[in-house]
């Protein structure tokens, strides 16, 4: 064998040794690196205040919203609003063309003051008769007493004046009644009026209330039939919010609860409302339940119909054992648990008693110390662990359900 084949040999074996000692170095490196315990983060529980809110969409809604239609037939001959205009109780919105009324209400009353002037001339001819011969009687006393008329006309005369007296009475008592043909005139004649004035009333269309112009569905100038819709107002008064929130929450709900509203137009303008109402039904088709919110000062940027979202909320503790929700494992199933570190370094599962649940974080109400760190959840039990604190978040906890019921109307 030559010098240089035998040098090959040895230079074979000592790379096959070589590799042979990087295995077992590195063999040994993963069996060390296995031995020593997993790094993980554990946080603390902590004492916070947890909200848990509602969160649910809706439109704002105002307290009346009347559509204003029209009570008569004929033109629209004034149209003095438009849309966004404010209006005051009893202003005049539109006016419909009214010759025709106009001339019937005065027609009418022409009627009533000639049917008054012939009740007056029989109540004025009693009133004169009887004058008449009360003089009469008194002038035929005179003369009896002088000798100059007999007995027998003084007593005519004296039963004439009781008789006209008699019959002014009578004209007088009928004066307050409406069975006498002349008096019965006038009353007609006074309802005809009435009547007249209230069909002339039609012709004039006024605002119930004080609020603001939403629509105008006609024009100057277009022609109109009873009932047909002119102007849709929105009266001024409370606010209110109506949202929809699922049938499975309307045990957290109640009357009084406080809610944070925001318009999805100004989402960083938040308002305070409050659930003034529950509906008493639920709508099967949707399985919603109705919600009604008061807003005791709503801000100038609210509209009708406007889309908000509202988180309404359904449990509040000020002073609560949390920790990050997840941290906690089985939530879904009803049999939470945590995962924490032993005094041995090994990571143990714990059940534990959760109260209020949130998004971000979940109060525990038993199985947990406060000085037991919490592990991830996807730590395997009954592995070694060495530990990492995690200082806890600064913030407030405000815990949200996920989104309930969809837009109001």
Known sequence: MSTTTRR???????????????ILLLAGAILIWRSMPARVTGVLPERREVVRTLVLTGRVRPMARPQVGATASG?????????GDRVSAGQLLARIDDRQQTA?????????????????????????AAATAVRDAARARALFAQGAISERDLQEAERAASSAVAELDAARARSGKAETAPLAEVARARAAVAAAEAQLALTRITAPAAGRVLTRAVETGDAVLPGQLLLELELDGATELVAFAREENLAELQVGAAASA??????????????????????????????????????????????ISVNVEVARRSDALVVPRERVGGMESGAPWVMVATTAERAERRPVKVGIAGDRHVEIL???????????????????????????????????????????S
């Open 366 to 408: 038993d199985g947990l110390a406060t000085a037991e760190r919490v592990l991830p959840a996807s730590t395997e039990p009954g592995s070694r662990v060495r530990v990492t604190p995690v200082p806890p978040a600064p913030d407030r906890e405000q815990a949200s359900a996920r989104p309930s019921g969809g837009n109001g």
């Open 262 to 307: 925001s318009a999805d137009a100004f989402p960083d303008r938040t308002f305070e409302s409050r659930v003034s109402w529950l509906a008493p039904l639920i709508d099967r088709s949707q399985g919603t339940v109705e919600v009604r919110l008061s807003v005791p000062a709503p801000p100038d940027y609210l509209r009708a119909d406007m889309t």
């Open 75 to 83: 033109r629209v001959v004034q149209l003095l609003v438009r849309e």
């Open 8 to 22: 090959d040999a040895r230079g074979r074996r000592w790379r096959g040794l070589g590799v042979g000692v990087g």
């Open 104 to 128: 019937m209400l005065s027609e009418s009353r022409a009627a009533l003051s000639s049917a008054a002037a012939r009740a007056r001339s029989t109540l004025e001819q009693a009133e004169l």
